[in-house]
């Protein structure tokens, strides 16, 4: 590798951090305005959730909204006790209705997705927020994301964490997920989306119709969140915002293999040449093959001696600028206390990125 590409890789990544970093600095918090609420359609897609179906269910019953809402629960095709839960909550709570996917459905990539549109067309309101069946949201949820959407805002990313315990594989993903959701806060606060997250997401429900849902997206094994804002964003005069509101940070579960973490990781990066935007996917080229020469390059000063200096600055460079990125995060979002975790996070964060693209590029991992 020449030396000045390397040195190419290296500025890029730094400038994007910096980048970030300038980003989630200017991101302000949200405050909950008065003004008249929209009218609210939660849709939870669920595939054999049986272990935490209950307790999201419950989290979304004890909201504090009190405008108009509903919650349409989709069954896609659960095999577990999933349809069971869901018919007994629904029977004692009006506001929420479920609806089956038929167990004969021919397989698509990415079966979220037509749950998703599935719940979509049967929602009554303007607003559809959509979150994860694992997901715990706190009970100022829906009144924090419902009050962004003011002077003409038709897109809302709203912020999250991970629970879990103090384990390091738990820890990983705590950091890891307050790095991806200051990303997206920056990006939304800069004007420029980059990534979202389909864990705590809201929009006009005539804005994802009108771009034509997921259709284009459908043969994609993932692509609900930042690819579909992507589209939506490049529709005339579409305004957005992030919502940096401590009342409405979202809760999710974390993995608890570091196989299923893999795997996970794999399958976020399986659709990543295939943005719309070249420039997006040369930026994520160049940011991979950065990360595969960290990997590979302590072995080749030991077996070809190249300078030990074009491990060491690349890999130093690198975590001067993702601790400053995730020290402003932390501050931010309130979870100073995660930056203990950011060394072991930084070593595991490398030969995993380095081995997750390729399996998610060729499809060799497994999810639900």
Same mark, same amino acid.
């Given at each position: 590798m020449s030396v000045f590409f390397l040195i190419g890789l290296t500025v890029v990544y730094a400038f994007l951090l910096l980048f970030f970093s300038y980003g989630i600095f200017k991101t302000k918090r949200t405050k909950r305005h008065s003004h008249k609420l929209p009218s609210l359609s939660v849709v939870?897609?669920? &595939?054999?959730?049986?272990?935490?179906?209950?307790?999201?269910?419950?989290? +979304? @019953?004890?909201?504090?909204?009190?405008?108009? =809402?509903? !919650?349409?629960?989709?069954?896609? &095709?659960?095999?577990?006790?999933?349809?069971? #839960?869901? @018919?007994?909550?629904?029977?004692?709570? /009006?506001?929420? &209705?479920? #609806?089956?996917?038929?167990?004969?459905?021919? /397989? !698509?990539?990415?079966?979220?997705? &037509?749950?998703?549109?599935?719940?979509?067309?049967?929602?009554?309101?303007?607003?559809?927020? #959509?979150?994860?069946?694992?997901? @715990?949201?706190?009970?100022?949820?829906?009144?924090?994301?419902?009050?962004c959407f003011r002077d003409g805002v038709q897109i809302v990313q709203g912020p999250k964490k991970n629970n879990g315990t103090s384990s390091i594989i738990h820890t990983v993903q705590k950091m890891e997920t307050l790095g991806f959701t200051a990303m997206e806060a920056a990006g939304f606060t800069l004007g420029s989306p980059m990534v979202a997250s389909a864990a705590s997401l809201a929009y006009k429900k005539d804005l994802f119709f009108k771009v034509g849902g997921f259709g284009d997206l459908m043969n994609l094994s993932s692509g609900d969140d930042d690819m579909l804002i992507h589209k939506m964003i490049k529709e005339e005069g579409v305004r957005f915002c992030y919502n940096l509101d401590p009342d409405a940070i979202m809760e999710t579960a974390p993995v608890d293999t570091w196989k299923a973490l893999f795997f996970q990781r794999a399958r976020w990066a399986s659709n990543g040449t295939q943005y719309t935007n070249p420039f997006y996917v040369l930026l994520l080229?160049?940011?991979?093959?950065?990360? !595969? $020469?960290?990997?590979?390059?302590? $072995? +080749?000063?030991? $077996? #070809?001696?190249?300078?030990?200096? =074009?491990?060491?600055?690349?890999?130093?460079?690198?975590?001067?600028?993702?601790?400053?990125?995730?020290?402003?995060?932390?501050?931010?979002?309130?979870? +100073?206390?995660? +930056? =203990?975790?950011?060394?072991?996070?930084?070593?595991?964060?490398?030969?995993?990125?380095?081995?997750? !693209?390729?399996?998610?590029?060729?499809?060799?991992?497994?999810?639900?």
């Open positions: 939870l897609p669920i &595939r054999n959730e049986e272990v935490f179906l209950d307790r999201t269910l419950k989290s +979304l @019953e004890d909201q504090d909204f009190e405008g108009t =809402w509903e !919650v349409i629960c989709v069954n896609d &095709r659960s095999t577990d006790s999933t349809p069971q #839960i869901l @018919e007994s909550f629904c029977k004692t709570h /009006p506001l929420f &209705r479920f #609806i089956s996917l038929p167990l004969d459905l021919p /397989p !698509v990539a990415s079966p979220k997705k &037509r749950a998703l549109e599935a719940g979509f067309k049967e929602a009554q309101y303007d607003v559809l927020l #959509i979150m994860d069946a694992d997901c @715990e949201p706190p009970k100022t949820l829906l009144s924090s994301m419902a009050s080229t160049l940011v991979y093959t950065f990360f !595969v $020469w960290l990997f590979i390059s302590p $072995w +080749l000063v030991l $077996w #070809i001696n190249i300078p030990l200096s =074009w491990f060491i600055i690349p890999f130093l460079t690198k975590m001067a600028v993702d601790f400053l990125f995730l020290s402003i995060a932390a501050f931010k979002l309130k979870q +100073l206390k995660l +930056l =203990w975790a950011f060394i072991h996070t930084e070593i595991i964060q490398v030969p995993m990125i380095t081995f997750a !693209v390729p399996f998610g590029q060729l499809g060799l991992f497994k999810w639900k």
